[in-house]
C-alpha cells in the first residue's frame, strides 16, 4: 500500500510539473528619449490690477530655461519699483534677481513665482540679507498665495 501510495504521488508530481505554464511576458523598458531642447518663448506678459494696485512682469525665456524681462509693483500705499528680471525657471516656478530701484536707491532681492494654469503667483517666504541682496532662506518653504494672480496680457511695444 505504501509503494502504492509513493507511486501516484510521484505521478501527480511529475503530471503537474509537467503542466505547460503560460510564458511571463517581458517588459521591456522605454528606450531612452533624447533630451528635449525648449524653443526659446518670445516675450510673456502677465499682469494683476484691481482699483489700486498693479503688477507687471514681462520676461523672455531661452531654450536653457533663463528668464531675463522685467517687473514692476505700483502697490497702494507702497512706493512704485520697476526693474529687471534674471534667473531661472525651474519646473513650475520663476525663481530671479529683482533689481530694482526705490526712492533713489538700487536694491536686489530673490523672487519667486508659480507658475499655475497659464497664470503666475508670487511666492513669499523667510527671508536673509547678504552682500546688498535679499534672498529666501528656504525656497522649499515658499508659499504661494492666490491673493495677486498674474494673468497673460499682450505685451506692450515700446
Do not use: W
Request: aromatic fraction near 8%.
Amino acid at each position: 500500500m505504501k509503494k502504492v501510495l509513493a507511486m501516484t504521488v510521484i505521478i501527480l508530481v511529475v503530471l503537474v510539473s509537467c503542466k505547460k505554464t503560460e510564458p511571463v511576458p517581458e517588459i521591456a523598458p522605454d528606450p531612452p528619449k533624447e533630451a528635449e531642447n525648449a524653443e526659446p518663448s518670445g516675450d510673456q506678459c502677465f499682469a494683476f490690477a484691481n482699483d489700486s494696485s498693479t503688477i507687471e512682469l514681462s520676461f523672455n525665456v531661452n531654450s536653457h530655461q533663463e528668464v531675463n524681462g522685467k517687473l514692476s509693483y505700483k502697490l497702494y500705499g507702497k512706493d512704485k519699483n520697476e526693474g529687471t528680471l534674471i534667473g531661472n525657471i525651474k519646473g513650475d516656478t520663476l525663481i530671479a534677481d529683482y533689481t530694482f530701484m526705490s526712492e533713489g536707491i538700487s536694491s536686489v532681492r530673490e523672487v519667486a513665482f508659480l507658475q499655475k494654469d497659464g497664470t503666475y503667483i508670487e511666492g513669499y517666504g523667510d527671508i536673509t540679507e547678504a552682500n546688498g541682496k535679499v534672498t529666501f532662506k528656504d525656497k522649499k518653504k515658499l508659499k504661494f498665495e492666490p491673493k495677486m494672480i498674474l494673468t497673460k496680457v499682450d505685451c506692450k511695444v515700446e
